[in-house]
C-alpha cells in the first residue's frame, strides 16, 4: 500500500518519495528486492538534491551493492551529501582522504 501512495507522489517528483521507494526496493520492503531498482529511485531523487539519497548512492558504489564497487563514484556521490551537511559522508571522506 505503501508503494502505491509514494509511486502517486513520486510521479509529482517529490524527492523524498523517490527515496522512500529506493528504499523499499533495496530492502526488499513490501516488494521484491531489486537493486537496480533502487538505484534508479535514489538517482531520481538525488538529482533533485536529495541529500539521502545522495549518501546511499554513495554507499551502494562504496560496498559495491549493485553496481561494480567504484570508490570514485562513491567519492562523488559522499562530497554531494557532504556539502549539504550529511554527517556520515562527511566522516566517510574524512576517513577516505
Sequence with gaps: ???KWFQ???VHGLAA???NIGFMY???DGVGQDIAKALKWFKKAAD???VEAQ???GMMYYNGL???QNYAVAFK???KAADQGNFAAERLLESIQ
Aim: hydrophobic share 50%; charged share 20%.
Design 77 to 79: 556521490w559522499f562530497r
Design 8 to 10: 502517486k507522489a513520486a
Design 17 to 19: 518519495a523517490q527515496r
Design 26 to 28: 533495496e530492502n526488499g
Design 55 to 57: 549518501y546511499w548512492i
Design 1 to 3: 500500500m505503501a508503494l
Design 66 to 68: 549493485g553496481v561494480a
Design 48 to 50: 533533485q538534491g536529495d
